[in-house]
């Protein structure tokens, strides 16, 4: 999908919005982070970002790494415990680069045992560390989102990461929530705790864990982690559906660049987007029908490559085809039938029967994407928010935590 628009004006602007994101010893040309998602973020979907990322940066007349792509998130022990899953989610494409992880881990020790295991193998050139998720069956144990309410453990976190990476020179970052409600905030203190024990970067999600994805991101809150994290970039994340909205979070709230998760959903050309508008074009990307199609048929196409199984790749694009068809009018029973491909010629000749000069039919297709959902009570372990230390009980159950954790 190489069709470029520049909306009333052909003209390129002559400096890019921000200079490029530098992370450790990696050097960013547009300073946008795939936002990793379970189940989303695998090789062939970041192989179909990475792909759109580098048209972008094209037409801003720039060269070199577009952005970073990160895995979905893997567990620390599953990891160190070498299962198939894990093995199998933490592959990279021989030319991605750098090669990006998220790491969910609890507990010091397994943690620097996983990154261990990545740094001295060759297997990452970059590791995230995930204190974001809102997911009940993850805040219930003490992990996630509920995790930096424990500072210690937190700082033990980060801190054992950062030494087993540092010998290999292999940065590693943060990204965490607001706090786990408005009552208890832990960003700013996590934010200053990560920039001392050595982390390249701090990204944060601008919602509670207690928000999920509902609500409005308060974006106010990056400029304030911002103004207390110096030394180290700072990235934004929440409420980012188009490239105008990532140029606008840059410009209000100071961050030095910026996370995109459920926007891209079904439209891995917002890398595109999103690299042209950082490098000062305003080219965008209109596709018809047929170009978001052949889209479709691409990432079945590398999702079945993936999984080694056609049968499996088939039934892992089925959940990306409403977030493709996004404002199309293509018809409830074709969607439905859509749904239910299991093979990538079945997906012809359903793709065959639609009428592919559809143009880009524009804000029905724009805007909030994936389930919001609503804002709830956080799960958490029993007396977690008394203290910001834990107990033995709480100890205990924050060890079994990456137990009942998908993800590798």
Excluded at 20 to 35: F, K, M, Q, Y
Excluded at 139 to 159: D, N, Q
Excluded at 365 to 388: E, F, I, K, N, Q
Aim: aromatic share 6%.
């Amino acid at each position: 999908m190489t069709t470029l628009t520049a909306p009333g004006s052909s003209e390129t602007a002559a400096e890019p919005v921000l200079p490029p994101l530098r992370i450790g010893r990696h050097t960013i040309d547009s300073p946008v982070v795939l936002a990793p998602m379970a189940g989303i973020t695998n090789r062939a979907f970041r192989r179909l970002c990475r792909q759109y990322g580098a048209e972008g940066l094209a037409a801003g007349g720039a060269t070199g790494a577009t952005s970073l792509y990160v895995s979905e998130m893997i567990t620390s022990r599953a990891l160190v415990e070498r299962t198939p899953i894990s093995m199998r989610l933490i592959e990279h494409d021989p030319d991605e680069a750098p090669r990006s992880i998220q790491l969910y881990g609890v507990d010091p020790p397994t943690v620097g045992a996983a990154v261990r295991m990545l740094v001295s193998e060759d297997r990452a050139d970059h590791i995230d560390l995930n204190f974001g998720c809102p997911v009940p069956k993850v805040t219930r144990k003490g992990g996630g989102a509920a995790l930096p309410w424990k500072t210690e453990l937190f700082r033990g976190i980060v801190s054992a990461a950062v030494r087993e990476a540092s010998p290999y020179d292999v940065p590693v970052t943060v990204k965490m929530r607001v706090g786990i409600d408005s009552d208890h905030v832990t960003f700013l203190e996590a934010g200053r705790i990560a920039e001392g024990e050595g982390a390249a970067a701090v990204a944060l999600h601008a919602r509670t864990a207690a928000q999920a994805y509902s609500g409005q991101a308060d974006w106010s809150r990056i400029a304030e982690l911002k103004r207390a994290v110096t030394s180290i970039p700072v990235l934004g994340n929440g409420d980012i559906w188009s490239a105008e909205d990532a140029i606008r979070m840059v410009r209000e709230t100071g961050c030095d660049g910026v996370v995109v998760g459920r926007g891209c959903l079904g439209r891995p050309w917002l890398f595109t987007d999103l690299a042209a508008a950082f490098a000062g074009s305003q080219a965008r990307v209109q596709p018809s029908l047929g170009e978001v199609a052949a889209t479709l048929r691409r990432h079945a196409e590398y999702l079945v490559e993936f999984h080694d199984d056609e049968h499996h790749g088939c039934r892992d694009i089925r959940k990306h085809i409403a977030w493709y068809f996004k404002g199309f009018p293509v018809g409830g029973n074709l969607r439905h039938q859509l749904g239910l491909v299991d093979s990538l010629t079945a997906l012809d000749d359903l793709i065959g029967g639609l009428d592919l000069s559809q143009p880009w039919p524009g804000e029905a297709s724009d805007g909030p994407r994936g389930r919001a959902g609503s804002s709830r009570v956080v799960a958490l372990p029993d007396g977690w928010l008394r203290t910001r230390d834990l107990d033995e009980a709480q100890q205990a159950s924050v060890l079994q935590a990456e137990l009942s954790v998908d993800g590798g």
